[in-house]
Every structure is written in C-alpha cells, then in structure tokens.
Antibody, heavy 122, light 112 residues
Framework: QVTLKESGPVLVKPTETLTLTCTVSGFSLSNGRMGVSWIRQPPGKALEWLAH???????SYSTSLKSRLTISKDTSKSQVVLTMTNMDPVDTATYYC??????????????WGQGTLVTVSS | SYVLTQPPSVSVAPGKTARITCGGN??????VHWYQQKPGQAPVMVMYYDSDYDSDRPSGIPERFSGSNSGNTATLTISRVEAGDEADYYC???????????FGTGTKVTVL
C-alpha cells in the first residue's frame, strides 16, 4: 500500500522559513517512474502546485514562487522536504504531497497525503 | 503559461448525468487527469490517461466516471449521479514545456 504523510509546524510567524517533510511508504523515491510534488490549497480556494522532484533528483518549481522554494529528497529515509522562505499570511494553506507517476513524459498524482494545515500568523 | 479553465459549479439531480468541462488551448493533444476532493479530504484521482491516450479509472472508482478529450475541451462525465459524488473536481495536465503540472480552477458539483 502506497502512503504519503506530511509533517511540519502548524503555525509559523511572518518572515519565518517553513520546512515540511513528506514521508512515503510503499514505493521507492529512486523508482524511475516515480516523483513527488508539493501542492497547496488556501482555505476555500483551488489547488496550487509548488514544486516537484523527479526520480533522477531533478527539480521543478512554480514560476511565481521559485525564489522562495527548495525541494530535496533523502531516498534512504523515504522523505521529501520542502522549504519555503519568508512566509506571509497569504501562504496560509493546507499543504499536500503527492506521488507522481511518470509515463511517456506525462505525470499524474496518485495517491495524495492527507495534507497539513499551516497557518501564518504573528 | 498553460491555463485550464473549469466552470465554478455544476448542479445535477440524483440519477442524472453531470458533465464537468476543462478548457485549455489544444487540450485534446494532452493527457488530462481528474481528481475528486470531498470537503475536508485530500484529492483522490478518479480518471487518468495512459500513454495510449486511453482513459482509465484507478481501482475502486466506479464505471459511472468516464472521460473524453478533444479540441480545446476535456470532459469528465459522471453518470447516474449519487449524493456521494458531491465534491470539488479538478483537471490536471503536465506542461512538458515547463516540466510541471497545471491544475484547473476547480468545479463544485452539487447534487440537488
């Protein structure tokens, strides 16, 4: 059974750096067909993709947030870590990690973690 | 950047058919995937397109869910709608030019 679980702080202050960890099980982060993305969802709003790490360790970032994001993975620990700097109240959202399945240059997400709500407030 | 547009809401009576559209420039040339998100829950995939451009459902997703894609519009069709289908639905493609996913704006399906 494939599962992903997000962990990290529930509350961060403005200007602080957020660090989130996605711990996966049931698949290997070195599997050539598997990647992991971070996706967030502000309360009542749509999904917003943030960052992706491929099996070969290549990374891709949202154009609008690229300067604030870093994604990395520790294959031995089955973890993917996302850091976001200079947090602002508008970054308040539920943050999800999701496994990406890659086929012929296409990727879809299955399954998703349960999500973790991060509130940015002083 | 590539943009996917969905209607904000669709209302349907139980037992009828709901059609959720996803518009994008020449989306018919892309693989479109669909997710269902119920209140307070994480999204769940309900439809994906494999490398043969055949739509398929993950295990556990009923055959009432089907997909089509042509021209500038992809459509998720839910037949014989049930109360349990009430949720937000998102389409998604992978933008190969930027090597990242694009999600649609989301559609709230209300079962009357």
């Amino acid at each position: 059974q494939v599962t992903l679980k997000e962990s990290g702080p529930v509350l961060v202050k403005p200007t602080e750096t957020l660090t989130l960890t996605c711990t996966v099980s049931g698949f290997s982060l070195s599997n050539g067909r598997m990647g992991v993305s971070w996706i967030r969802q502000p309360p009542g709003k749509a999904l917003e993709w943030l960052a992706h790490i491929f099996s070969n360790d290549e990374k891709s970032y949202s154009t609008s947030l690229k300067s604030r994001l870093t994604i990395s993975k520790d294959t031995s620990k089955s973890q993917v870590v996302l850091t976001m700097t200079n947090m602002d109240p508008v970054d308040t959202a539920t943050y999800y990690c999701a496994r990406a399945i890659a086929v012929s240059g296409d990727n879809w997400f299955d399954p998703w973690g349960q999500g973790t709500l991060v509130t940015v407030s002083s | 950047s590539y943009v996917l547009t969905q209607p904000p809401s669709v209302s349907v009576a139980p037992g009828k058919t709901a059609r959720i559209t996803c518009g994008g420039n020449n989306i018919g040339s892309k693989s479109v995937h669909w997710y269902q998100q119920k209140p307070g829950q994480a999204p769940v995939m309900v439809m994906y397109y494999d490398s043969d451009y055949d739509s398929d459902r993950p295990s556990g997703i009923p055959e009432r869910f089907s997909g089509s894609n042509s021209g500038n519009t992809a459509t998720l069709t839910i037949s014989r709608v049930e109360a349990g289908d009430e949720a937000d639905y998102y389409c998604q493609v992978w933008d190969s030019s930027s090597d990242h996913p694009v999600f649609g704006t989301g559609t709230k399906v209300t079962v009357l």
